[in-house]
């Protein structure tokens, strides 16, 4: 932990920031956090009954994860954040996932987003997809409504985002919300809770990391195959079914 803190002050220096602006930022996010907890509660309990969602969960930012974060920021020059405009600059302090089994479910989740939320999203979803990726799911997310926006991630990063903004007691909550497979999902922890936010260039994490990714796209591709093949054996099955009851009906009309 001494070596992490170290860290975080020689970025704190690194970034020139006051230190006072942050500790008001920090006790004004810390003093909020009962409300953003009640609003993430309340989208949660929505997206968790939406069809072809296997499973849900939902956090909000840690004030020491989101003062790190403000830092980082500032260090890479983009406009600075204060007390002012931090929630309007950050639209994942409320971080909600979204898990489905297989990889064309997202088309069903993304209508029931839309048909819950159209007036509360804010700019277009976008795809991040690792290279390489179907040209079948990019084209036909491409197509949604809104126009959604594919960006090809670096780690091989799969996941689609989603912001939502909602307005309560005249106070606006920004919610990034995340959809992706149940493989997708499985690698993005490890990779987070190997990597992040220390050992993000460790080469080596990156090459056994990157081994893992391409087995989870395998593995979305598999599961896929297999509904298709257990989609083909119902329908063959009730074909069978009916002409079975043909046969019987026509075999009783003889006897008579």
């Not at 409504?145 to 903004?165: L, P, Q």
Request: proline share 2%; aromatic share 12%.
């Amino acid at each position: 932990m001494r070596v992490i803190r170290i860290l975080v002050l020689t970025k704190f220096e690194k970034s020139q920031m006051n230190w006072d602006e942050l500790v008001a930022i920090y006790n004004d996010y810390n003093d909020s956090l009962d409300d953003y907890n009640d609003e993430a509660e309340h989208l949660f309990r929505k997206v968790i009954n939406f069809s072809n969602v296997h499973s849900c969960k939902y956090r909000v930012k840690d004030p020491e994860h989101l003062i790190e974060k403000i830092i980082r920021k500032n260090i890479q020059g983009e406009e600075p954040i204060n007390i002012e405009n931090y929630r309007e600059k950050f639209h994942d302090l409320i971080g909600l996932r979204a898990i489905h089994l297989y990889k064309e479910d997202w088309e069903i989740i993304n209508n029931q987003i839309y048909n819950k939320w159209s007036n509360n999203l804010i700019g277009r979803p976008y795809a991040y997809i690792r290279k390489g990726d179907s040209d079948e799911f990019i084209s036909k997310f491409k197509g949604i409504e809104g126009k959604g926006e594919v960006r090809v991630h670096k780690f091989g990063y799969r996941s689609i985002h989603y912001i939502i903004a909602i307005t309560h007691d005249h106070k606006k909550y920004y919610c990034e919300l995340q959809v992706r497979t149940i493989f997708e999902e499985g690698w993005s922890e490890i990779d987070h809770d190997i990597k992040y936010p220390y050992n993000l260039d460790n080469p080596l994490y990156g090459k056994y990391l990157g081994i893992l990714n391409r087995l989870a796209g395998a593995s979305d591709e598999m599961a896929t195959m297999l509904k298709f093949i257990d989609r083909d054996q119902k329908d063959k099955l009730q074909i069978l079914q009916n002409l079975k009851k043909k046969v019987e009906s026509k075999k009783k009309r003889l006897e008579n």
